[in-house]
C-alpha cells in the first residue's frame, strides 16, 4: 500500500507532468481560439461532412471551455501542483529555518586570491568595522570569538525561497476562477432597437430569459459604411436606467465593452429594424402640399379636417416593389386602407393597369388627397452580447500574486555572507565567502564590493 502511494505521489510530484498538463492546456486553448466555438460553429457546420461534425461534437470541440476535457486537465493541474509543492516544502522550510553558523570551515574551502586580504589593523577593530558593515547589509547576524581570532555570518533573503509558493498559490486561483467562470458565469444576448428598453436579455444555453436588475436603453446607433458597402465602424449609444433614473451612459464600440453591475455588455451585431420613420408628403387637389414625418402607429388630423390620418406598417421592400407604408385614413363618412410606395411612378410604368387591378396601392384613393412617399429613414436595431463572470475578480487576484511571485523569483535570492579574521604576526587575515542557491554572479559581485568596502574602512588603521 505504501509503494502504491509512493509511486502516485512521485507520478503527480513529477515536474515533467506539470509540463505536459500545461502544454495540453496551451493546446486546447489554441483549438478553441482558432475552431469556432458554441453558437459559432453553426457556420463550419457547413462545411463539414454531419459524420465528422457529429463526432466532432460528441468531443465538445466545439464548446471546449465547458468541456470534460478542460476540467480533468485543470484538476489535474491543480493536484499536480499542490503535490509539487507539498514534496518540496520541507526542503525549503528547513531552508528558512536555518539560523546563521559562523564557524562554518566548509564555507572558506577552495576560496579564490580575490576573496582574500592581509591588513594591518587589529583583530577586534576590524572585526567591529566587518560586523557593522554585514549588520547594516543583511539579517540575522551572528558572532563568534576566539584567541586571535573572530568568525562572522549574515544572512538576507530567505523569504525569496517562498517565491514560487508564492506562483504557485497564484496558479491554483487562477485555476478556480476559470472554473467558477466556467460553471456559474453568464453568457447571454439581446436585440434593442433605437429608442427602445429592455430589462430581460436571452440565455445561450437555452431559451431562458434572465431578468436584469436595470434597464437597457439604445438611445442612437450609428454605422459607418466602406464605398464597397462593408461595415466601417458602428456603434450604439446607450443608457442604463435603475429605478427609472440615469445611472450611467456611453458608447458602446466593437472591443470597447460597457460594464455596469457586474454586467460587460459587447458590441456584436447589428441590422435594420421594422417599422422606421418616413418622410410622407400630402398633395391637396388645389395645390396645397405638405411635409410630415410619421411612424408606425403615429396618428394625425388631415390638415383641412377631413380626418384623421394613421400609419399602419412600414415596410422597407414590400413585395420587391420598393418602400411602401401601410395607411389608414378615418372621415365620418368612410375608413379606407391603402398602401403608399415610394416607385409608384415605376410600379405603373411595369404594370399601367396596377391601380385599377389592386386598389389598394392607389396613393389617392382618399380624396382630395395623394400621398407621396418621398422616402424611408432606416431604423436600427443593435445586438449585445452580455455576460457576467464571478470568477473575474478571483482572476485579478490570481494575477496579481502571479506577477509578485515572479518579482521574487526573479529580483530576489537567499544567500549567506561569512567573515573570517585570524591574526597572524603583526596583520590580520581577512577571508569572505559566500552561498546561495542561485544567482551566483550576484553572489560574487556582492562579495567582491563587500571585500572593496572592507579594505577601503580598514585602511584607516595601517
Given at each position: 500500500m505504501s509503494k502504491n502511494k509512493s509511486g502516485i505521489w512521485s507520478f503527480f510530484s513529477?515536474?515533467?507532468?506539470?509540463?505536459?498538463?500545461?502544454?495540453?492546456?496551451?493546446?486546447?486553448?489554441?483549438i478553441g481560439t482558432l475552431v469556432p466555438q458554441r453558437e459559432a460553429a453553426g457556420e463550419l457546420a457547413a462545411h463539414l461532412s454531419p459524420g465528422l461534425f457529429s463526432f466532432l461534437q460528441k468531443l465538445q470541440i466545439f464548446d471546449l471551455y465547458h468541456s470534460v476535457w478542460f476540467f480533468l486537465l485543470m484538476?489535474?493541474?491543480?493536484?499536480?501542483?499542490?503535490?509539487?509543492?507539498?514534496?518540496?516544502?520541507?526542503?525549503?522550510?528547513?531552508?528558512?529555518?536555518?539560523r546563521p553558523e559562523p564557524q562554518n570551515e566548509n564555507a572558506f574551502k577552495d576560496l579564490t586570491e580575490e576573496s582574500a586580504f592581509l591588513s594591518k589593523s587589529?583583530?577586534?577593530?576590524?572585526a567591529d568595522i566587518a560586523a557593522l558593515l554585514l549588520k547594516k547589509k543583511y539579517r540575522n547576524f551572528a558572532r563568534a570569538d576566539e584567541a586571535d581570532s573572530v568568525f562572522l555570518c549574515a544572512q538576507k533573503g530567505r523569504f525569496s525561497s517562498f517565491g514560487v509558493y508564492i506562483v504557485h498559490l497564484s496558479l491554483l486561483i487562477l485555476i478556480a476562477g476559470a472554473l467558477i467562470g466556467s460553471v456559474f458565469g453568464i453568457e447571454a444576448y439581446v436585440n434593442i432597437t433605437e429608442g427602445e428598453t429592455v430589462s430581460v436579455v436571452n440565455l445561450r444555453n437555452g431559451k431562458?430569459?434572465?431578468?436584469?436588475?436595470?434597464?437597457?436603453?439604445?438611445?442612437?446607433?450609428?454605422?459607418?459604411?466602406?464605398?464597397?458597402?462593408?461595415?466601417?465602424?458602428?456603434?450604439?449609444?446607450?443608457?442604463?436606467?435603475?429605478d427609472n433614473k440615469v445611472a450611467h451612459s456611453g458608447k458602446l464600440l466593437v472591443n470597447h465593452p460597457i460594464e455596469f453591475e457586474g454586467f460587460r455588455f459587447y458590441q456584436s451585431s447589428y441590422g435594420a429594424a421594422p417599422g422606421g420613420k418616413a418622410t410622407l408628403a400630402l398633395l391637396r387637389s388645389d395645390g396645397r402640399r405638405d411635409v410630415i414625418n410619421v411612424g408606425q402607429g403615429?396618428?394625425?388630423?388631415?390638415?383641412?379636417?377631413?380626418?384623421?390620418?394613421?400609419?399602419l406598417r412600414v415596410e422597407e421592400n414590400l413585395m420587391k416593389m420598393g418602400p411602401a407604408i401601410k395607411v389608414a385614413?378615418?372621415?365620418?363618412?368612410?375608413?379606407?386602407?391603402?398602401?403608399?410606395?415610394?416607385?409608384?411612378?415605376e410600379i405603373k410604368q411595369a404594370n399601367p393597369e396596377i391601380i385599377q387591378q389592386t386598389p389598394v396601392f392607389n396613393?389617392?384613393?382618399?380624396?382630395?388627397?395623394?400621398?407621396?412617399?418621398?422616402?424611408?429613414?432606416?431604423?436600427?436595431?443593435?445586438?449585445?452580447?452580455?455576460?457576467?463572470?464571478?470568477?473575474?475578480p478571483v482572476v485579478a487576484t490570481a494575477a496579481l500574486l502571479l506577477i509578485g511571485g515572479l518579482l521574487i523569483i526573479l529580483f530576489s535570492y537567499a544567500r549567506q555572507i561569512w567573515i573570517?579574521?585570524?591574526?597572524?604576526?603583526?596583520?590580520?587575515?581577512?577571508?569572505?565567502?559566500?552561498?546561495?542557491?542561485?544567482?551566483?554572479?550576484?553572489?560574487?559581485?556582492?562579495?567582491?564590493?563587500?571585500?572593496?568596502?572592507?579594505?577601503d574602512n580598514l585602511g584607516n588603521f595601517k
Open positions: 513529477s515536474v515533467r507532468l506539470a509540463i505536459v498538463l500545461l502544454s495540453l492546456l496551451a493546446f486546447f486553448a489554441l484538476a489535474l493541474l491543480a493536484v499536480s501542483i499542490i503535490i509539487c509543492s507539498l514534496d518540496r516544502l520541507p526542503m525549503v522550510w528547513r531552508r528558512f529555518r536555518m587589529d583583530v577586534s577593530k576590524a431562458q430569459a434572465l431578468p436584469l436588475r436595470f434597464s437597457v436603453r439604445c438611445d442612437k446607433f450609428t454605422v459607418e459604411f466602406y464605398k464597397t458597402g462593408a461595415p466601417k465602424t458602428f456603434q450604439s449609444d446607450l443608457t442604463f436606467l435603475k403615429y396618428a394625425f388630423d388631415l390638415p383641412g379636417k377631413e380626418g384623421t390620418f394613421q400609419v385614413v378615418q372621415s365620418k363618412k368612410e375608413e379606407v386602407t391603402f398602401w403608399v410606395f415610394q416607385q409608384i411612378d396613393p389617392g384613393l382618399f380624396r382630395p388627397y395623394t400621398f407621396v412617399l418621398l422616402g424611408l429613414e432606416e431604423k436600427y436595431y443593435t445586438g449585445l452580447q452580455v455576460s457576467r463572470d464571478p470568477g473575474t573570517r579574521i585570524d591574526r597572524e604576526k603583526d596583520q590580520v587575515h581577512i577571508r569572505v565567502a559566500g552561498r546561495s542557491y542561485k544567482n551566483q554572479a550576484g553572489l560574487q559581485k556582492e562579495v567582491r564590493y563587500l571585500i572593496a568596502e572592507l579594505k
